[in-house]
């Protein structure tokens, strides 16, 4: 049974730099054709994709983050990791990573969700 396990800070200053890391247990990123991503919610609004890591290593980001998004993985340790430059108070938000099987675009797995502040 596949399980991710977000982690990282959940209060982040203005300005600073908040990176978030999804374990990933009983699977490997690097199966075919899966695609490893960053979702989160912020309160009142709907799910927005942040962006993915392929299994491949290829990464893919949405343009609404202004390039302020960057996915990184660790093999040996089976994690990815998002690090979201330049936070604002608009950026607090449940953090979601999430594992989809890339050729039927459906969603197979998820974590918990980790909350994240953005306040001085």
């Known amino acids: 049974q596949v399980q991710l396990q977000e982690s990282g800070p959940g209060l982040v200053k203005p300005s600073q730099t908040l990176s978030l890391t999804c374990t990933v247990s009983?699977?490997?990123?690097?199966?075919?054709?899966?695609?490893w991503r960053w979702i989160r919610q912020v309160p009142g609004k709907g799910l927005e994709w942040m962006g993915a890591?392929?299994?491949?290593?290829?990464?893919y980001y949405n343009p609404s983050l202004q390039r302020r998004a960057s996915i990184s993985r660790d093999t040996s340790r089976n994690q990815f990791t998002l690090q979201l430059n330049s936070v604002t108070p608009e950026d607090t938000a449940v953090y979601y990573c999430a594992g989809v099987d890339s050729i039927r675009w459906e969603y197979l797995y998820w974590g918990q969700g980790t909350q994240v502040t953005v306040s001085s």
């Open positions: 890591i392929q299994y491949t290593g290829n990464t």
């Open positions: 009983g699977g490997s990123i690097t199966e075919n054709y899966r695609s």
